[in-house]
């Protein structure tokens, strides 16, 4: 505003000079400055405007004209007014002394930019009242009338301004200026009532009886400057300035008041803001904790890998795991996608308020409890692969174990007897022919002996194989391997002490008859073909596929191929029978009916022919019911395959669309979520088909199939692909929540978000929701934006605090708001503590209790340190750390 210097004549007598102040009513009535009802209420009016400022300072005057002649007074009034110090006063009584004290404060006066005219320091000392008056009114449009400003008006313009806006809503008010206006005294009432409405009942005043409004104008509380009656109403116009005084004086009380109720609201809004963030800071702490807890608690379980000695408690180990699947870990799932939609709603919500990012206890970042949830997976994985091997260990361990008591029983049963009848010297007594057929009997016997060598090195296999899969019982299958390989050296030890003895004698005794030493020989590999066959008929076997049952059948039938061939040699055997018998009573031989060369008889290799018949059915039947069972296998295979099959790329495409809706810049961010939502309950009820799948897959487990030729798919890959999904569209859905909490938070239009994700499309390359730096510094380039390499660098630190190498762009849009708004500063909270505190540097219990609402004041007092500082008083309490605290720039 130009400076326009205004020159009022006060009286005929002096002129008063200002700048940047007021001007004046040019209309004004000259032959009314001469009315002595002017002056009075000049004196009245400015002393009390004079005491009002005095009285801080524990002094008052009665007479105007007099009591500032010393000019004592005069300077304490401009220090309390001012807030400065004047030099220092002349303390003698002389004339020259109170000269130069009022030209100290005609100085001060001047110093503030008001150009005093015709106002001397003599015409003070020496008492004259108008130049006093003048004098007066400089200093109260300089201190209290200067600085009123309402639309870009000051001074006498911004306060008629003031008060036509306060009083239009009341009748019989209409405030044109600072005289006649206000004469009734109503919009004085009006401008009462208008702030305090406690004070005056306006509808109760009447504009044809002036009394009845100016009896409320006394009003001590508001205005120290109370206006007399009789000197407004008993004037044809009431005196300008002294109106202009009453006036401002209420300007200041009720502005201040409006400007400290501004000033608690601010105060309540930062509060409200930072107790529900700490809320859920603290929500966000509980449930991690808790969550943390669990996988301590799971792990330690998951990590014991006690085996059990039985296929049931094994099996019920995997029924434990399987219940812990299905039940106990989905809810923990849920919890940990909660965590992360929490964290990042609580990070957007600090950011949008300007307050410091939530860093929570250490070991409870996301990305701890990420690691923690992976260690969970990873053991868990580990457990399911012990408890699948160790199963298959014991079936195998029970499958050997049988084997090897079937194995032995046959070992046992032919050995039983033959140690006491290889320690026989019954050839000490015997007959030539005798000796010959207890000679030829010892090699049957050596050859049967040697053809039972293969079996008890398969004992000592079946053994050793046991001892390395850790079998439970295996101290009694080594003791009973042990035995019999020892009775296996005790025979070969006898057997040759037998055959040397026989030799010895041999050449005493001739030969031993032909027929029966050819059926010895005969027999005896015929009956051990024939034990072998057996023992193969009744073999347990273990199969996982119908190729490896197939290989059985094949086996088989080549075994059943063979009997044709090996029914011939036993006619032929018992052809050597029907001889001997033939020759016997051809010559009249009398036989014993024993066979000196062995002990096996005819009956003998029929009854084990007629037994190997009867176990080729048997056998028959127990592979066509493996078949079966293999069968029923390969169609649960195909069946879970099916499923999986259509599962699998089902979740990888939704994958895909998720990711495209999440970039779409089509439709407003409410069309986003909506799209989200439906996709969200989509996959919602297509989890009926993983239970289904789940299902498939444990008849598969109780199956022990432990492969499938016809998918790719495992159910942990369903499972891990599930979890995603869902935790992909929790945050997907959370990503587009928060954009819509920064747009309404900052302002920011429709438009302006489809821009932002528009330049961030174009410029995100590899089309993976985030950008290189490089791509981002393009990006900001493309938008005017002049970068420096420090520059540059200072806002990388903004968008990727982290420093993972990528722009996400959650963090572009945080960063583009922050460029385009505005919000509450540390700075702008202590000015409004600074308000309800009348400019203090501290403030009091009983100011925050009166200033703000029981909740937000308590939580001040709580909060706040005490004051320190050389003005310090008992109970002070510093608002300045406490408002920086709230911001991050210091603890609380």
């Not at 020159?7 to 009315?35: F, G, I």
């Not at 050995?415 to 015997?430: C, F, I, N, P, R």
């Not at 439709?667 to 993983?690: A, P, V």
Request: glycine residues 4%.
């Amino acid at each position: 505003m130009t400076a326009v210097e205004t020159q009022v004549q006060y009286n005929t007598t002096y002129t008063v000079s200002t700048e940047d102040y007021m001007t004046q009513e040019e209309d004004w009535d000259r032959d009314l400055l001469l009315d002595p009802a002017w002056e009075k209420q000049q004196r009245k009016t400015f002393t009390a405007w004079c005491n009002s400022h005095l009285r801080k300072a524990g002094t008052q005057i009665e007479n105007i004209e007099e009591d500032f002649r010393n000019g004592l007074k005069l300077m304490l009034l401009l220090e309390v007014i001012s807030g400065e110090r004047l030099p220092k006063p002349d303390k003698g009584k002389m004339r020259f002394h109170k000269i130069a004290n009022v030209n100290k404060a005609l100085d001060f006066i001047c110093s503030k930019g008001v150009k005093l005219v015709s106002i001397g320091a003599e015409e003070i000392v020496d008492g004259n009242v108008k130049m006093t008056l003048g004098m007066i009114w400089t200093i109260i449009l300089r201190f209290a009338i200067q600085d009123i400003s309402v639309e870009e008006t000051s001074a006498k313009e911004g306060l008629l301004l003031w008060c036509q806006r306060k009083t239009a809503p009341y009748r019989n008010v209409n405030v044109q200026n600072f005289h006649i206006s206000w004469k009734d005294g109503l919009a004085l009432c009006a401008l009462i009532h208008r702030h305090r409405p406690d004070l005056i009942d306006y509808s109760k005043l009447r504009k044809v009886d002036p009394r009845s409004g100016l009896s409320f104008f006394t009003c001590p509380v508001l205005c120290p400057v109370s206006p007399s009656f009789s000197d407004i109403v008993n004037t044809p116009k009431p005196d300008e300035k002294a109106i202009m005084t009453y006036v401002s004086c209420f300007y200041h009380a009720f502005a201040g008041a409006e400007q400290a109720e501004t000033a608690a609201n601010r105060i309540c809004k930062v509060l409200a803001v930072n107790q529900e963030n700490e809320r859920l800071m603290e929500e966000y702490e509980k449930l991690a904790s808790e969550l943390l807890e669990w996988i301590r608690r799971t792990i330690p379980w998951l990590e014991n890998r006690v085996a059990e000695q039985t296929m049931r408690a094994m099996q019920q180990k995997l029924e434990d795991f399987r219940d812990y699947r299905r039940v106990h870990k989905p809810p923990r799932v849920q919890e940990k996608c909660q965590l992360e939609i929490n964290f990042n709603t609580l990070q957007t919500k600090l950011r949008l308020s300007n307050r410091p990012a939530f860093m929570p206890s250490e070991g409870k970042m996301v990305s701890d409890i990420a690691n923690a949830w992976k260690g969970l997976e990873q053991v868990e994985k580990g457990y399911e692969e012990w408890l699948l091997t160790e199963i298959r260990r014991l079936e195998r361990l029970d499958h050997l174990a049988e084997k090897f008591r079937q194995k032995c029983s046959l070992h046992e049963g032919w050995t039983a007897g033959k140690e006491e009848l290889l320690s026989q010297k019954d050839y000490e007594s015997a007959s030539l022919m005798e000796i010959r057929a207890l000679m030829r009997k010892h090699e049957a016997f050596e050859s049967d002996l040697a053809a039972h060598q293969d079996r008890v090195e398969q004992i000592a296999a079946i053994a050793q194989e046991l001892n390395e899969l850790d079998y439970h019982d295996a101290a009694t299958v080594n003791a009973r391997c042990q035995g019999i390989c020892d009775q296996w050296d005790n025979l070969g030890t006898l057997t040759q002490k037998r055959r040397d003895a026989l030799e010895r004698v041999e050449k005493l005794w001739e030969t031993i008859d032909q027929l029966y030493l050819e059926f010895a020989k005969r027999a005896a590999p015929f009956n051990n073909w024939m034990d072998g066959a057996m023992e193969d008929l009744q073999d347990m076997f273990i199969v996982h596929s119908i190729e490896e049952i197939q290989s059985l059948i094949t086996a088989h039938d080549q075994f059943k191929a063979t009997l044709p061939e090996a029914d011939k040699e036993r006619v032929a055997i018992m052809g050597i029978i029907n001889e001997i018998m033939k020759i016997a009573q051809t010559y009249g031989i009398k036989l014993s009916g024993v066979n000196p060369y062995t002990s096996l008889s005819s009956q003998d290799i029929s009854n084990k022919w007629e037994t190997v018949k009867q176990l080729v059915p048997l056998r028959d039947q127990m592979l066509q019911e493996e078949v079966a069972r293999q069968q029923a296998n390969e169609r649960l295979r195909r069946q879970f395959a099916a499923q999986a099959n259509i599962i699998g790329p089902w979740i990888q495409t939704k994958m895909e669309e998720i990711g495209h809706v999440s970039v779409d810049i089509t439709g407003s961010l409410e069309e986003q979520m909506n799209n989200l939502k439906t996709y969200e309950q989509n996959i919602i009820n297509y989890k009926s088909n993983i239970d289904k799948l789940e299902g498939d897959h444990q008849l598969i487990q109780e199956a022990l199939i432990f492969d499938n030729k016809h998918t790719n798919y495992t159910m942990e890959h369903i499972r891990v692909g599930w979890e995603q999904l869902l935790t992909t569209i929790a945050r997907t859905i959370n990503e587009v929540e928060n954009q819509i909490l920064t747009r309404d938070a900052k302002g920011i239009s429709q438009e302006q978000l489809n821009e932002f994700r528009a330049s961030f499309n174009h410029f995100d390359r590899k089309r993976n929701g985030m950008m290189d730096p490089d791509d981002f510094r393009a990006c900001l380039i493309s938008m005017g934006y002049d970068l420096g390499e420090v520059e540059f660098a200072r806002i990388m630190t903004l968008v990727d605090p982290n420093n993972t190498g990528v722009v996400t762009f959650q963090a572009f849009i945080d960063f583009m708001t922050r460029e385009t708004a505005e919000t509450d500063t540390a700075e702008q909270v202590m000015a409004s503590f600074k308000i309800l505190a009348s400019d203090k540097s501290y403030i009091t219990v009983d100011e925050l209790r009166r200033e703000l609402p029981p909740e937000q004041a308590e939580y001040c007092i709580t909060r706040m340190t005490k004051y320190v500082g050389p003005d310090s008083i008992p109970g002070a309490l510093d608002y300045i750390s406490f408002s920086s605290a709230l911001y991050g720039e210091s603890d609380l």
